[in-house]
């Protein structure tokens, strides 16, 4: 199968600017997360699209949103981009396996990510 | 919410040694604890996990093991070879359903093998 691809790989944006960032997941995995990587924040979650409904959020203000569509695929926009939202954006792509004595476990596979600048 | 603390930030060990990276957790309802490398300016990448019901779990050289009692569980690599050189995550999360799949990841590792 396909890995996690994201779209595009690379964004230069300046302040006050909106962005989108896309993310088409492994066939068949339904869920898709939303990471910030930084430096100095390491990894925080944004949130989590499931069968097109955001099944949770992180402690981001609103400026964050996200969508998916019934093909699985996600997108995410930063609308008035400030410095501080330079990052790396991953998304992770998921499927839901139940394991024995009634355990379960959620795997999460992360595509390549979009380096964001913001000038 | 939960947290996640890693140790050590940063690793330094000589090829064929043991490398041992060690992580504590909060939520005590937290049942799978993976784990991710992550070469220079590449994505993360699961290497392995583990959930509640089981103490170690092995893949070759990785093993990782779980203190459910005392909240943490550590990854531990034997052999290592350079090629094992990246940051290590460690992450926690309450399971698959609904809400408690957001992962919440440990500060990371940074691991370097030397020749």
């Known amino acids: 199968k396909a890995g996690v691809t994201q779209t595009p790989r690379y964004l230069i944006k300046t302040r006050g600017q909106q962005v989108t960032l896309s993310c088409s997941p492994i066939s068949g995995h339904r869920s898709v997360s939303w990471y910030q990587q930084t430096p100095g924040q390491g990894l925080q979650f944004l949130f989590e699209y499931f069968s097109e409904t955001q099944r949770n959020k992180g402690n981001f203000p609103g400026r964050f949103s996200g969508r998916q569509f019934s093909n699985s695929r996600s997108e995410m926009n930063v609308s008035t981009l400030e410095l501080g939202d330079s990052a790396l954006y991953l998304c992770a792509s998921s499927f839901i396996r139940s394991g024995t004595s009634g355990s379960s476990s959620y795997e999460q596979y992360f595509g390549p990510g979009t380096r964001l600048t913001v000038t | 919410g939960e947290n996640v603390e890693q140790h050590p930030s940063t690793l330094s060990v000589q090829e064929g040694d043991s490398a041992v990276i060690k992580c504590t957790y909060s939520?005590?309802?937290?049942?799978?604890f993976p784990w991710y490398k992550q070469e220079l300016g590449k994505r993360p990448q699961l290497i392995i996990d583990i959930r509640s019901n089981v103490g170690e779990k092995k893949d070759q050289r990785i093993a990782v093991t779980l203190n459910k009692t005392a909240k943490h569980f550590s990854l531990h690599i034997t052999e290592t070879q350079p090629e094992d050189s990246a940051v290590y995550f460690c992450a926690a999360s309450r399971g698959a359903s609904g809400s408690a799949r957001q992962l919440t990841f440990g500060s990371g590792t940074q691991l370097t093998v030397l020749p």
């Open positions: 939520d005590s309802a937290s049942n799978y």
